[in-house]
C-alpha cells in the first residue's frame, strides 16, 4: 500500500538579539553664572531611542539621553540642571534586512559626575540592544495515509504587528502654597501587564513622578505613584506582547494664584514591543507501516514563544551613616533615587530570583544649619513564587522605586525603604521535532503465524512499543489490556500475529 503525506505550512517567526554596543556620552555643566558648585548631591539619567530604521546589513538609530542633577553651590544652597543631548549610531549585522520589524532597547549602564572648578562634568554609558524578527515558515506533516502516525501539539508563533503608541498621563497636586522654584523633577515609568482579554491588546502600567521645590525657602518633597491604561490597536485571539515603556517627554506646569500653587504633571509614555499570535496545531512526528520499511527525513525547529508580562513588587531596607561623626543630622529635606539597576534576573522552578542596586540621594539639614547630601546603596536579592516559570525561561526586565520613605536613627543613621516593582518579560524556548520527507522501502516480512514475546525497556512509551513490534497500538493493547502509556520496565507483551 502506498503511503501518501500531505504536508501544511506554518508560521514559526521569532526575536532574535542582535549585538548591540555601548556608546559613551559626555557633557560639561558650567555652573560659574549660578553660584559655583561645592558638591554634586543627585544624578539622574534616561535613554530613549526616538527612531529606528533597519537598512541591509545595519541599523540606524536615533536616540537621546536625558540628566537631571542636583547640587551643592558654592555658599551650600542647593541648585539643579536638566540637559538633553542626542545621539546617532549605526549597528552592522549580516542579519539584517531593509524593512524588517526591528526595535532598540536603550538603557543607562552608568552614570558618573566629577567637578573641575565650577564645572561639573557628566559621563554617561549607554547600552544599546537591537532586536529584530525573523520571519519564517516551516511545512509538518498533517496526513500520512497507509502509515500510522504519532501525533504530538506543537506551539508555533506568527508576528503581527509592531507596536510603537505613545500614551499621554496627566497628574495634578495642589501645594497649597507658592512654588518659588522647582529644583527636581523625573518620571520613571514600568509595564505592568499585558492583557489580551476580548480581542483586545491592553497595556496598563504605573508611573513613578518626583518632585522637589522650594516655597518661601523650605524645600518639599512629593512622589506621585500613578497608574495608566492603554488599549493598543492591534487585535486577535492568543495575542502575546512583551511591552516595554519609556517617558518620551514630562513636562511641569506651575498653575494657580501668587499664594496656592498647583503642580500640573503631564507625561508622554512611549509603547514599543512585538506583538505574536501563538498558534496551537497538531503535527505528525512519527510513522511507520507494518508492511514496509520507512526512511523519514527529521528536523527539529528551534524558537522563543512569547509568554507576557509579569510584575512583582516587595519593599526592601537599608540604611548609611554620615562620615562627619562630630556632626548630627536635624532633618530630611528629601530623598531622590538616581538608579535603579537591575543587574540579575534568574528564571527557577515556578519562581523569579531578581537582583540589582537602588542608589539614592538623601539630602538633609544638618544641626549646624548647612544643607548637605549622602549616598544611600541598597542591594537587594528578591524571590518572586510565580506558577508557571521554568528554568530554561529567558527573562529580561527593568525596575522602578516607589514609596521611598526615610527616617532619622540615632542623630547620625539615615534609614530608607522603598519598594522595587519589576515588569519581567519571560520568553520560552521551543524546539519542535518535524517531519521533512518520508520515503517508503522494501515490503517486510511478517511471519502472521508466530508469537512475539517483547520484554521493554523502563520508559519506554506505548507507541514505541508498537513501532517495534511493527503493529498498531490497537492490536497490542487488545492482547495486552493491562498496558500503560508508559512502560514500567517489567512488563511481559505477549503477541499472537494471527488469533
Given amino acids: 500500500m502506498a503511503i501518501n503525506t500531505i504536508f501544511k505550512s506554518v508560521s514559526s517567526d521569532y526575536e532574535r538579539n542582535l549585538d548591540g554596543k555601548q556608546i559613551v556620552m559626555q557633557c560639561n555643566f558650567d555652573t560659574t553664572s549660578k553660584g559655583g558648585v561645592s558638591k554634586v548631591c543627585a544624578l539622574s539619567s534616561d535613554a530613549q531611542i526616538t527612531k529606528v530604521q533597519a537598512l541591509s546589513k545595519q541599523i540606524k538609530i536615533s536616540g537621546r539621553v536625558s540628566l537631571k542633577l542636583v547640587y551643592l553651590d558654592g555658599e551650600g544652597k542647593l541648585n539643579s540642571f536638566d540637559y538633553i543631548s542626542d545621539f546617532s549610531e549605526d549597528v552592522a549585522d549580516d542579519a539584517v534586512i531593509a524593512d524588517m520589524p526591528c526595535l532598540v532597547r536603550a538603557s543607562i549602564v552608568d552614570s558618573v559626575s566629577s567637578i573641575s572648578g565650577t564645572e561639573i562634568k557628566v559621563q554617561t554609558v549607554v547600552e544599546l540592544s537591537p532586536t529584530v524578527v525573523e520571519i519564517s515558515t516551516v511545512d509538518l506533516l498533517e496526513e500520512g495515509e497507509g502509515a500510522l502516525a504519532l501525533r504530538q501539539e506543537q506551539d508555533y508563533q506568527q508576528y503581527i504587528a509592531t507596536v510603537s503608541e505613545e500614551v499621554e498621563v496627566s497628574e495634578e497636586y495642589d501645594c497649597g502654597a507658592r512654588v518659588d522654584d522647582v529644583l527636581f523633577y523625573d518620571a520613571k515609568v514600568l509595564v505592568c501587564n499585558v492583557d489580551n482579554a476580548d480581542d483586545k491588546l491592553t497595556v496598563s502600567g504605573q508611573l513613578e513622578i518626583s518632585v522637589i521645590y522650594s516655597s518661601e525657602g523650605v524645600q518639599a518633597t512629593k512622589n506621585i505613584n500613578l497608574p495608566f491604561v492603554q488599549e493598543l490597536a492591534t487585535r486577535g485571539e492568543d495575542l502575546r506582547a512583551c511591552i516595554v515603556a519609556n517617558v518620551k517627554d514630562s513636562r511641569l506646569i506651575i498653575e494657580g494664584d501668587d499664594n496656592d500653587n498647583t503642580l500640573k504633571m503631564i507625561i508622554c509614555v512611549s509603547l514599543q514591543g512585538f506583538v505574536m499570535q501563538v498558534e496551537k496545531t497538531t503535527a505528525i512526528v512519527d510513522l511507520y507501516s507494518p508492511t514496509n520499511a520507512l526512511q523519514i527525513s527529521n528536523e527539529t525547529v528551534r524558537f522563543d514563544r512569547q509568554n507576557g508580562v509579569m510584575r512583582f513588587e516587595e519593599r526592601i531596607t537599608g540604611s548609611v551613616a554620615v ?72 527573562l529580561c526586565g527593568n525596575a522602578i522605586a516607589t514609596d521611598c520613605a526615610h527616617k532619622v536613627k540615632r542623630d547620625r543613621e539615615v534609614e530608607l525603604t522603598a519598594n522595587i516593582v519589576l515588569s519581567v518579560c519571560s520568553k520560552t524556548p521551543i524546539e519542535n521535532v518535524v517531519i521533512k520527507a518520508v520515503e517508503e522501502g522494501e515490503a517486510l516480512q511478517v511471519n502472521n503465524s508466530a508469537i512475539s514475546v517483547y520484554l521493554p525497556s523502563k520508559g519506554e512509551s506505548i507507541w514505541q512499543v508498537a513501532k517495534t513490534l511493527g503493529m498498531s497500538i490497537e492490536s497490542i493493547m487488545a492482547q495486552n489490556p493491562d498496558l500503560r502509556d508508559v512502560m514500567q520496565g517489567d512488563e511481559r507483551i505477549v503477541i499472537y500475529r494471527e488469533i
Fill in 323 to 394: 562620615e562627619n561623626e562630630d556632626e548630627s543630622i536635624k532633618s530630611i529635606i528629601s530623598s531622590v533615587v538616581t538608579q535603579n539597576t537591575l543587574s540579575n534576573i534568574v528564571a527557577m522552578q515556578d519562581s523569579v530570583l531578581a537582583e540589582g542596586i537602588l542608589n539614592t540621594c538623601v539630602i538633609y539639614m544638618s544641626e549646624g544649619g548647612s544643607i548637605k547630601c549622602i549616598q544611600v546603596e541598597l542591594p537587594y536579592s528578591l524571590q518572586f513564587e510565580r506558577e508557571g516559570v521554568r528554568p530554561d525561561d529567558i
